[in-house]
Nanobody
Framework: QVQLVESGGGLVQAGGSLRLSCAAS????????MGWFRQAPGKEREFVAA????????YYADSVKGRFTISRDNAKNTVYLQMNSLKPEDTAVYYCNAQRFIIGAGVSEYWGQGTQVTVSA
């Protein structure tokens, strides 16, 4: 079982920056790939960024590439999302996600409760 708690959301003007954090419980954090998703009002949840268990590989949605950076600190059981050059269309609830695949056991997946990010024009 993994519990995820996001923090760092808030209100920021367009062009500003925020850093989201996701703290995970448990001693198996380093075995999980981690990701950030977001959901704007009236829209489906969408992928934002992901990072491999080692931190060696990262992936981004085209809409945030070059502006957002995902990173992790396995010693602190924490994953981060640095968001720069924010736009009003980045306004959403941001969710942290943990995934792990084990042969014979399938996929384990966990979600945080979300943190609100609001970007004013």
């Amino acid at each position: 079982q993994v519990q995820l708690v996001e923090s760092g959301g808030g209100l920021v003007q367009a062009g500003g920056s925020l850093r989201l954090s996701c703290a995970a419980s448990g001693r198996t954090f380093s075995s999980y790939a981690m990701g950030w998703f977001r959901q704007a009002p009236g829209k489906e949840r969408e992928f934002v960024a992901a990072i491999s268990w080692s931190g060696g590989s990262t992936y981004y949605a085209d809409s945030v590439k070059g502006r957002f950076t995902i990173s992790r600190d396995n010693a602190k059981n924490t994953v981060y999302l640095q968001m720069n050059s924010l736009k009003p269309e980045d306004t959403a609830v941001y969710y942290c996600n943990a995934q792990r695949f084990i042969i014979g056991a399938g996929v384990s997946e966990y979600w945080g409760q979300g943190t609100q990010v609001t970007v004013s024009a």
